[in-house]
């Protein structure tokens, strides 16, 4: 089976890096996803890694490090519509992804 | 280009009563898949579709729970009979063939069973 572990909550306050981490057990591999969610609204996707190393976009990066079972997420220039849960989720097979509990990034002024 | 469509948003009705929830996914995306996310459980895969074929219910709760896809464009997620334990929120989500390729969501059916 799979299972992920990631912070349950995030506090950082506006033009702040932070860095959400994500530990994975998985009986195989298929890459690590990253999504976003606002409160009521649908998860959208931000980022996904196959192979070790840093994948950037825009103000969002995300590491992978497949030796640790470990990846992050990095968000720069923090603005206060960052704020919101964000899920790591590994590919458990081919086509689906097990999600991780979330993790609710409060921004402050 | 249109997302995922999800009908009803919302929907309350009363224990026993059938729920119908549907979904259309993005024109050309082979993969559908239903969720259902509470604050316990987090996201949880119900089943997921490849062109229009159940491939995976292990998720589907129990068999009150039922899903097809009649064709390309369109899902439905049917309990039957309801029960105030699956009050949540369910989303549908399409993608297409290639590894890495994201999952669209749609905005959600927010189900309360009173």
């Known amino acids: 089976g799979q299972s992920l572990e990631q912070p349950s909550e995030v506090t950082a306050v506006e033009g702040a890096i932070v860095q959400i981490n994500c530990t994975y057990q998985?009986?195989?591999?298929?890459?690590l996803s990253w999504y976003q969610q606002h409160d009521g609204g649908a998860p959208t996707f931000l980022s996904y890694?196959?192979?070790?190393g840093l994948e950037e976009t825009g103000r969002f990066s995300s590491f992978l490090s497949r030796s640790d079972s470990y990846g992050y997420l990095l968000l720069q220039e923090l603005q206060m519509k960052d704020s919101a849960s964000y899920f790591c989720?590994?590919?458990?097979?081919?086509?689906?992804?097990?999600f991780g509990k979330g993790t609710m990034l409060l921004v402050s002024p | 280009d249109a997302g995922v469509i999800q009908s009803p948003r919302h929907e309350v009705t009363e224990m026993g009563q059938e729920v119908t929830l549907r979904c259309k996914p993005i024109?050309?995306?082979?993969?559908l898949f239903w969720y259902r996310q509470t604050m316990m459980r987090g996201l949880e895969l119900l089943i997921y579709?490849?062109?229009?074929?159940?491939?995976?219910d292990s998720g589907m709760p129990e068999d009150r729970f039922s899903a097809k896809m009649p064709n390309a464009s369109f899902s439905t997620l049917k309990i039957q009979p309801s029960e105030p334990r699956d009050s949540a929120v369910y989303f549908c989500?399409?993608?297409?063939?290639?590894?890495?390729?994201?999952?669209?969501f749609g905005d959600g059916t927010r189900l309360s069973i009173l």
């Open positions: 579709f490849n062109n229009n074929v159940p491939i995976d």
């Open positions: 989500a399409s993608r297409t063939t290639g590894a890495g390729q994201p999952q669209h």
């Open positions: 024109s050309g995306h082979d993969y």
């Open positions: 989720a590994v590919g458990s097979g081919y086509s689906t992804l097990t």
């Open positions: 890694n196959a192979l070790d």
């Open positions: 998985t009986s195989g591999f298929y890459g």
